[in-house]
């Protein structure tokens, strides 16, 4: 079992910046892909952003440019970060860690963070 611990969201003005964390219990050989993803209130949960194992990264297009995600290695632990600037009130939606892992691919999820951008 594989457990996520997110943290960084909050409330901000359009413009500004925030960090969200996720630090997973995996040691980085078992991880296939780790990611954020986001869902604002009546909308489908979307991705914003994934780091592969060996570093590759994948942006949704409504953030490239102005998110980064990167990836801190320890030895049982993983933490990813997704850097967001230049913030958008369509930003505002709750954002979701997920990390893929083992041979069969299997699916974690953290518990959420809210990131709330004010005009």
């Known amino acids: 079992q594989v457990q996520l611990v997110e943290s960084g969201g909050g409330l901000v003005q359009a413009g500004g910046s925030l960090r969200l964390s996720c630090a997973a219990s995996?040691?980085?050989?078992?991880?296939?892909?780790m990611g954020w993803y986001r869902q604002a209130p009546g909308k489908q949960r979307d991705l914003v952003a994934t780091?592969?194992?060996?570093?590759?990264?994948?942006?949704a297009a409504s953030v490239r440019g102005r998110f980064t995600i990167s990836r801190d290695n320890a030895k049982n632990t993983v933490t990813v970060y997704l850097q967001m600037n230049s913030l958008k009130p369509e930003d505002t939606a709750v954002y979701y860690c997920?990390?893929?892992?083992?041979?069969?691919?299997?699916?974690?999820w953290g518990q959420g963070t809210q990131v709330t951008v004010s005009s």
């Open positions: 995996v040691s980085i050989s078992s991880i296939v892909v």
């Open positions: 780091i592969s194992r060996g570093g590759l990264t994948n942006y």
């Open positions: 997920k990390s893929t892992v083992g041979t069969w691919g299997s699916d974690y």
